[in-house]
């Protein structure tokens, strides 16, 4: 079983940067597929980007160019590089482990506790 941890957000202006954490323990993510899911107010959690054990990665079209997910096995640390943010990307990030490369939320089966992205325009 495989522990996460998300850290990084906060509050940010409209086209500003920032990186989310997701800190691994119990297992390593190379074992697994790891995704980055995120829930707006009032809204379903939803996909935002995967990285496979390969390294193949998937982006929900409304990050597509702007954010990047990569992984780094000796940190035990998937990152979310996330660019040109706006308003609407205002949510809470979680991390996600599972077995199936995927952008479905069902087919992940541990959950980080998620970190707030505030972007205000």
């Known amino acids: 079983q495989v522990q996460l941890v998300e850290s990084g957000g906060g509050s940010v202006q409209a086209g500003a940067s920032l990186t989310l954490s997701c800190a691994a323990s119990g297992r390593t993510v190379s074992e697994y597929v790891m995704g980055w899911f995120r829930q707006a107010p009032g809204k379903e959690r939803e996909f935002a980007a995967v990285i496979g054990r390969s390294g193949g990665t998937l982006y929900a079209d409304s990050v597509k160019g702007r954010f990047t997910i990569s992984r780094d096995n000796a940190k035990n640390t998937v990152y979310l590089q996330m660019n040109s943010l706006r308003p609407e990307d205002t949510a809470v990030y979680y991390c996600?482990?599972?077995?199936?490369?995927?952008?479905?939320?069902?087919?992940?089966?541990?959950w980080g506790q998620g970190t707030q992205v505030t972007v205000s325009s």
């Open positions: 996600a482990a599972g077995r199936i490369f995927s952008r479905v939320l069902g087919t992940y089966n541990y």
